[in-house]
């Protein structure tokens, strides 16, 4: 069965923006649980409401949640090779392989 895709346009009226915010928000909290217990990876979602004074945090764990992004924060300190690849690295490690067979 095919979903019907959502479409990204402002909402003008506040209470169905406001209901429709936090379908969204519940949403994107299952499936950061989801990937996590699917996965087995540590996953942590922070999302900021318009509105909202405090943000949705899960796991709603503050300990749990500060460890999950300590960790990711110390893999950025990394050099890039053993980061993986990104477009930069990428094209640079392309060029240097094509300079290298005379091209």
Do not use: H
């Not at 209470?15 to 540590?42: A, W």
């Not at 503050?62 to 950025?76: L, M, T, V, W």
């Amino acid at each position: 069965m095919v979903r019907k895709k959502a479409k990204l346009a402002y909402i003008e009226n506040d209470s169905s923006r406001r209901v429709t915010y936090q379908k969204r928000v519940k949403n994107l909290v299952k499936k950061t649980r989801e990937l996590s217990v699917l996965c087995g990876v540590d996953a942590c979602a922070i999302i900021y409401g318009q509105d909202e004074q405090v943000p949705v945090v899960w796991p709603s764990s503050e300990e749990e949640a500060k460890r999950i992004i300590s960790y990711y924060n110390s893999k950025s300190d990394l050099d890039p090779s053993q980061r993986g690849f990104n477009q930069y690295t990428f094209l640079n490690d392309s060029v240097i392989k094509a300079k290298g067979k005379g091209c």
